[in-house]
């Protein structure tokens, strides 16, 4: 069974750091691009960064250029997300998920669970 | 950014209608265009992808259609397992994804 589970959630104060998990099973992670998607409590989603399957290209929403920062371990099969200068608009449920891409575009299946993030004094 | 803008953003409807779901983009996205449907408390799910695609496994209640920058998501006959939250997104802008900002489909 494909299946994503985050992990590394929790308060945090605002300026503070966070690093997120994001272990991947049941397929071939190396072969897949991952994103991050998060979600502030009752709002839509937003997605947050990308990588490709080496680890050799990534890509970031302005809201986090310059503070967060998405990595990978092909050997671990594990996805991160390094969460610097955390801010209370941070705050939210992250998700990882798995990029799917064909003739036609990419998307994103599965996704995990979620991990919450709050940024609060 | 491309825009992606939903319609309605809330929904009331009953076991067995037919429902439609609209969403627009800001510039033509070709057929880059993908629908998600998230329950409360859960992470979303991919039900239609380029399009028009039913992801596996999905009920075939569920269509997509549109290219350029208008798009729907039709169910055909709501089950009481549909009433949730429905998203677009878009990738044609592969550096800068966007989702709609959601529909809440409801029981009346």
């Known amino acids: 069974e494909v299946q994503l589970v985050e992990s590394g959630g929790g308060l945090v104060q605002p300026g503070g750091s966070l690093r997120l998990s994001c272990a991947a099973s049941?397929?071939?992670?190396?072969?897949?691009?991952m994103h991050w998607v998060r979600q502030a409590p009752g709002k839509g989603l937003v997605w947050v960064s990308r990588?490709?399957?080496?680890?050799?290209?990534?890509s970031y929403a302005d809201s986090v250029k310059g503070r967060f920062t998405i990595s990978r371990d092909n050997a671990k099969n594990t996805l991160y997300l390094q969460m610097n200068s955390l801010r209370a608009e941070d705050t939210a449920v992250y998700y990882c998920?798995?990029?799917?891409?064909?003739?036609?575009?990419?998307?994103?299946?599965?996704w995990g669970q979620g991990t919450l993030v709050t940024v609060s004094s | 950014d491309i825009q992606m803008t939903q319609s309605p953003s809330s929904l009331s409807a009953s076991v067995g209608d037919r429902v439609t779901i609209t969403c627009r983009a800001s510039q033509s996205i070709s057929s880059y265009l993908n629908w998600y449907q998230q329950k409360p408390g859960k992470a979303p799910k991919l039900l239609i992808y380029a399009a028009s695609s039913l992801q596996s496994g999905v009920p075939s209640r569920f269509s997509g259609s549109g290219s350029g920058t208008d798009f729907t998501l039709t169910i055909s006959s709501l089950q009481p397992e549909d009433f949730a939250t429905y998203y677009c997104q878009q990738s044609y802008s592969t550096l800068a994804i966007t989702f709609g900002q959601g529909t809440r489909l409801e029981i009346k």
């Open positions: 990588i490709n399957s080496d680890g050799s290209s990534t």
């Open positions: 049941g397929f071939t992670f190396s072969s897949y691009w």
């Open positions: 998920a798995r990029d799917r891409r064909l003739t036609g575009g990419n998307w994103f299946d599965p």
